[in-house]
């Protein structure tokens, strides 16, 4: 018998009432989740979520023309946080985890339930022996480029077909060429160039003294973005993001750095899975702190400055040199660098430019902006340049992608690039006046070499001098044939 007395009745409606309210406080659905969440985060953006695959077609084809060469610039695929921002996330990222977790089981913050119990259960287990390495979605990101590579450029390998790999010396860029290679070439044994420790090609702004001391040393480079940093834009966002979590004192801006970046470096590790900590935030104030960082590498690697992007130059010399080579067969040109090289080079060729500075007081005006480092510079960002040979004139073509995706050379009047036009457009940066520019004469260069002799680096450094001389020679020699 099924028997329920009105006292047991009312209990129960008490209970259900409690239950229903108590939901009402503590466990929001996340039912207005973003279906789409907007996952651009500057530099730390998944290559996944900036190629979709939507623009891969047989564009590649252009009638009558061949494929002779092809030179390629990749920044590494997704990596670790570096050792000491895992250190930080290890130690005050699981304290505002923590603070989290108590806040919203003291019926603080605005949390869903859903989220709050990823919180509950999110523990981190990086460490600093991670730190900087690239991640599996970073091998990942790698290998499906080299696929898609082989695909569109490789596909009749033949053994005249020269293959030439470069790194530099970080780890990262090594295990990127590794992954490439396998999906590019995963036939052949392909010999990655042993790194150098002083690479004045890969690693041109290790060697650009001027731009060493004038900019990346100096304060002024990041002002915009530290007075951003005190804008109301910037604070606003920090008060919603606070009270999202429940947070007695207000957010400072430390710590929501520290939380957007375990949202953006896991997002990016696990491109598929939504991380908690990017539930924190909305739309809007994504956006904010992607400006925050465009700000420095606007200032720092962008257009705030000529130098920033002329002195990539020995890199757009070499893709000149490199891709009109004239070698038997067919040859490509694999180089692996950082942001701090594709960066400049995207600005040496014009691309992604603006009419207007990006400043700390313009946010909302340059929402539209073509500089945004999370589809220009994300991990794995790249450029190809692919030269054509074809039957018609011009028979010297110049096909370039970017994030596997074909664009016009801003300085050529079309798409393909007639090579002459591509050449003496793109003249003052091919002809890299480098020590001129970055005030490191031949004396420069003989300290330099001196200093690295005491570290036992002689060979290296001297063998990299008249590499140098030997890039300009070659380029004189190739100049002095076009113009005749
Ligand atoms: C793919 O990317 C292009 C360029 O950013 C964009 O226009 C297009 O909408 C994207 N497609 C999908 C399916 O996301
Ligand atoms: C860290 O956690 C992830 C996800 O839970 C797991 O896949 C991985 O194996 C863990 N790594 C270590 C070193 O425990
Ligand atoms: C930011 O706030 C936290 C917690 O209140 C505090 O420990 C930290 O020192 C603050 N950082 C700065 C730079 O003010």
Redesign the pocket.
């Known amino acids: 018998m099924f028997k329920v007395s009105i006292m047991n009745f009312k209990a129960v409606f008490v209970a259900l009432i409690a239950i229903l309210s108590w939901n009402e406080i503590l466990a929001r659905t996340c039912d207005n989740k973003d279906e789409n969440p907007y996952l651009m985060f500057s530099t730390k953006t998944s290559y996944f979520k900036v190629f ?1 695959g ?2 891969i077609h047989d564009e590649n084809d252009i009638p009558g023309c061949q494929a002779k060469s092809l030179w390629m610039l990749a920044r590494h695929g997704s990596r670790y946080p570096g050792s000491d921002d895992i250190l930080v996330m290890a130690d005050r990222g699981v304290e505002i985890k923590d603070a989290i977790v108590e806040a919203y089981s003291s019926g603080k913050g605005s949390l869903c339930h859903e989220d709050f119990i990823q919180f509950q259960s999110w523990s981190f287990n990086w460490t600093q022996d991670d730190g900087s390495l690239l991640s599996e979605s970073g091998k990942l990101e790698m290998f499906q480029i080299g696929q898609r590579v082989r695909k569109r450029f490789f596909d009749d390998i033949k053994d005249e077909t020269h293959i030439h790999f470069r790194r530099t010396y970080k780890k990262r860029t090594g295990q990127s060429a590794e992954s490439f290679a396998e999906g590019a070439f995963p036939d052949q044994s392909v010999e990655i160039l042993k790194p150098l420790h002083t690479d004045p090609l890969l690693r041109f702004f290790d060697f650009c003294t001027k731009w060493i001391n004038d900019i990346d040393e100096n304060p002024e480079t990041y002002k915009e973005q530290r007075l951003f940093g005190e804008t109301d834009v910037m604070k606003k966002t920090l008060k919603d993001i606070g009270l999202a979590i429940g947070f007695n004192e207000e957010l400072n801006l430390t710590d929501g750095l520290i939380i957007y970046d375990i949202c953006r470096y896991e997002q990016a590790h696990q491109p598929d899975k939504f991380s908690v900590w990017c539930s924190v935030f909305q739309e809007t104030h994504l956006k904010v702190f992607e400006y925050y960082e465009e700000l420095k590498y606007w200032h720092k690697n962008g257009y705030g400055h000529a130098l920033n992007y002329l002195m990539a130059c020995p890199l757009v010399q070499d893709a000149a040199l490199t891709l009109q080579k004239e070698e038997i067969g067919k040859s490509g040109t694999f180089y692996f660098s950082h942001s701090e090289a594709i960066l400049p080079f995207l600005a040496a060729l014009d691309l992604f430019k603006d009419k207007e500075p990006l400043r700390h007081d313009n946010f909302h005006t340059m929402s539209e902006r073509h500089y945004q480092t999370s ?1 220009i510079g994300s991990f794995s960002s790249n450029v190809i340049f692919v030269l054509l040979e074809c039957e018609e004139f011009p028979q010297k073509r110049l096909l370039t992608y970017h994030q596997e ?1 074909r664009i016009k050379l801003p300085r050529c009047d079309s798409d393909p690039c007639n090579w002459d036009q591509f050449m003496s457009r793109y003249q003052d940066v091919i002809g890299c006046q480098f020590d001129q520019l970055c005030g490191t004469d031949d004396q420069a260069n003989e300290e330099f070499i001196n200093l690295d002799s005491n570290s036992g680096e002689t060979n290296n450094a001297k063998s990299l001098f008249s590499l140098k001389l030997c890039m300009l020679c070659t380029f004189l020699f190739g100049s002095a044939l076009i113009n005749s």
Do not use: D, Q, T, V
Request: no cysteine; aromatic share 0%; glycine share 0%.
């Open positions: 979709n939507s623009n589809r995706r």
